[in-house]
């Protein structure tokens, strides 16, 4: 099964660690392992654009459309056996010390794809 994770950080956090916090270990051991599909870091909320559709009429505009305190820096694609699997990966990224990591499945081929609320 696989799973988006999306990386999530606070933008005023303190400074990472870098002798817990090693990113290129955690990339480099999941990749290895096949469980790391592919993933990149994003540029800053500053350079995000939104894009919306409301009566008819595109609206696009600057930035993120919700104001939030976390911002996504960045995402991963796991390829994990369920979910217990990708919470144990995810568990492990360095930034699950100092920011938030969410998980979500695609649809499968089994799923209803139709059913957006499912």
């Not at 956090?13 to 870098?18: A, H, N």
């Not at 002798?19 to 990339?27: F, R, T």
């Amino acid at each position: 099964m696989r799973y988006l994770m999306f990386v999530a950080m606070d933008p005023d956090r303190g400074e990472d660690d870098p002798e817990v916090d090693d990113i290129d270990d955690w990339v480099a051991r999941h990749d290895a392992s096949g469980a790391r599909v592919i993933g990149d870091r994003l540029r800053p909320v500053e350079d995000a654009t939104t894009v919306r559709r409301r009566g008819g009429k595109l609206l696009v505009t600057d930035g993120p459309f919700a104001e939030s305190r976390e911002w996504v820096v960045g995402f991963d694609v796991l390829d994990c056996a369920d979910l217990d699997e990708a919470i144990e990966i995810a568990s492990r990224h360095p930034m699950a010390a100092s920011g938030r990591l969410e998980l979500r499945p695609f649809w499968g081929d089994d799923d209803d794809a139709g059913d957006a609320t499912a």
